[in-house]
Every structure is written in structure tokens, then in C-alpha cells.
């Protein structure tokens, strides 16, 4: 099935691989964005002549004006101009691959559409879950995650009719690039360090994610809200290797399991194709040259992010909204060398204390709870 893509974020690493596939598997594409990346926007637009490309950043959009004039693609910039691709009535497919809580107003403009959503945000669903979900059911759009742990899972419930059947969902974790250290060793890691995932080529924000375990326990909250599943029936496991990227366990003790390479063209590629499957670029997996497969408990204590964000799955509310935006505050400062690595679950736990929950938010609440959190944030190290 081909597919007509807007593509937000497309200078990022998802971004970027969706492109990728759509080469590769003869997907149009219609619009794309970029913060600031003019350079890689242009070469974009000329490879994929879509309709609509954004900037967000008035200068960047600016200077592609310039670069494009020769072209018959319309520029946009700014905040609005993310809302009109995610609108844009000639695409049907619109892949979030924005980082951070900036994705969630345009996912949410894309669903009121009644798009495909091909989700790499995790973000929107930590922060705005139950909202973006129920809005989803409401529209009729349909959500396909993107992230490969809740795409393996996606994939595993294909054959189920009735989710009641479904006894656990199994998240699986690299572990990243810190697995088995000690709070010591983490005191003393450099962000070279933190930026160099074993078995992942991704951007900075989740890289860093994954070596402080926050990016599990996002996508713990994630799994929750895409599977309306009660925390209490998902679990996390160490698995080193990444070749099984998660597991569905059933009432009758069976349990089903995605296994691929650690190659994100496949779960984009599904994101896409669903419920039907395509020749891709993704690279197969040899069984016979894998590592044995092994499974171990992972350590909220050592890996604070982890345990506060399990702690912020369970108390709901605005809790992992303001989890969020701590997090995406601290690591920030951590990417420009202004804070230590456990910093950021300091930072992030300081946060959570200082800003107060709201039970059931609407939606500025939820925007409030993340503005706090950030502030709470810039406050600690002033
Ligand atoms: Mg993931």
C-alpha cells in the first residue's frame, strides 16, 4: 500500500529513516520539517519534491525560502507552520517524529484530521496520554507506534480478537551504555560517555535517555496508555542484545515475541504498511550469528530515572507530565555540559516534588504541568 507521508522532524534519526523507507518502498511524500536544518531540508525537498516544508525557526525558513525559489514547494516557519503539515489534506500518514512535548499539538491536529498516525513521539503519550488516546477513539484516527518495543508488542496482538486475553505485556531494555555500574562509576560518566548507546544509533535526547533508563520508564508509561494496560501488568527486562524488542504474554501462559535487528526501518516500515507487510530496507536478522539471548531485572534504585518514573506511572495525573519536562529540561543542561549526569534524576526528582499534581488535566493543565516542571528546573542550577 502506498502512502502519502507528512513528515515532522525529518532532519532527526526516525525522520531521516522514514525517508529512507519511503525511498526504498515508493511512499510519496508531502510535507516535512526541521527546526533548523536548512541544509538537509533542501537536499529533502529536492529528492522528495514535497508540497509543504517547515522550518519552525523563522531564520532557518527564511534562508530555505531563498534556497528553494527555484522550486515549486510551499515554506512555512514557526509553530503554525508544524500544524499545517500535520493537517495538510494531501497527506494521509503523518509520522511524529518530533523529540519532546513540542510533538504534541500537532499530533493532536493530525488526529482531529482523521490521519494515520505513525507515532515516534513518546512524549505525547507520557505527557497527554488518556487525552491523545481518547481523542484518537473519538476521530477514528488510527495510532501505530513507531517506538520498536511498542511496535513488537503492536505486532504480537495482531492475532489476538480479544485483548482480554492479554495476561502481561514484556517490555524488553538494552540496559544502555551504563548497564551494571554502580551509583559511583554513574557520578563520574562524561557526556561522550552517555552519547555512545552499545546497540543504537539514535539522536542525543533519547541516547541519553536510554544510558539514565528514563527512556524504559517513558515507554513503560507509553505501553500504558497505547495498550490501556494498568502498570501492574507490564514488565521491564534487561535484555543486552536487542533482538527481541518486547513480548506479549496470554492467559494460557503463552507468550509471543517480535525478533528483528536493531534497525528502525522495520517498525517505521510497519507504522506504514499496516496491517499488511512489504519488502524493506530493513536488515534480517541471522539467527545463527546471534549472541545466546539473555533476560535480567533492571535496577530503578541505581537508574533513579527509572524508578521515579515507574513511581510517576502509578501516581497519573499531571505527575508524568511534569516527569517529562523536568526530564527534557535537565538533559538539555546536560547536553551542554552545565550539569553531571545524576544530576538529571536529581533535577528531575526536585521537580516532582516542587510542582503539584492535577488529578483527570485538561489539556492547558497538562501544558502548565510541563512549563512548571521546566522552570523548577532552570531554578536548581541558577
Ligand atoms: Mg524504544
Redesign the pocket.
Known sequence: MRRILSVLGSSGSIGRQTLKVAKACGHDVAAVTVNRSVELAEAQVREFKPRLAVAVDQAAAADLRLRLADTDTRIRSGPEGLLEAASLPEADTVVTAIVGVAGLAPTLTAIDCGKRIALANKETLVCAGELVMARAREKGAEIVPV????SAIFQCLQGCRNRGEVRRLIITASGGPFYGKSCKDLSLVTKDQALKHPNWAMGAKITIDSATLM?KGL?FIEAMRLYDMPGSRIQIVIHRESIVHSLVEFEDGAILAQLGSADMCLPIQYALTWPERAPGPAKPLDLLSCPPLTFQRPDPETFRCLGLALACAERGGTSTAILNGANEAAVALFLEDRIAFLDIPRLVERALERVAVVDNPILDEIFEADRAARQAVYDAVR
Open positions: 517506538d520498536s518495543e511498542h527512556n515507554e
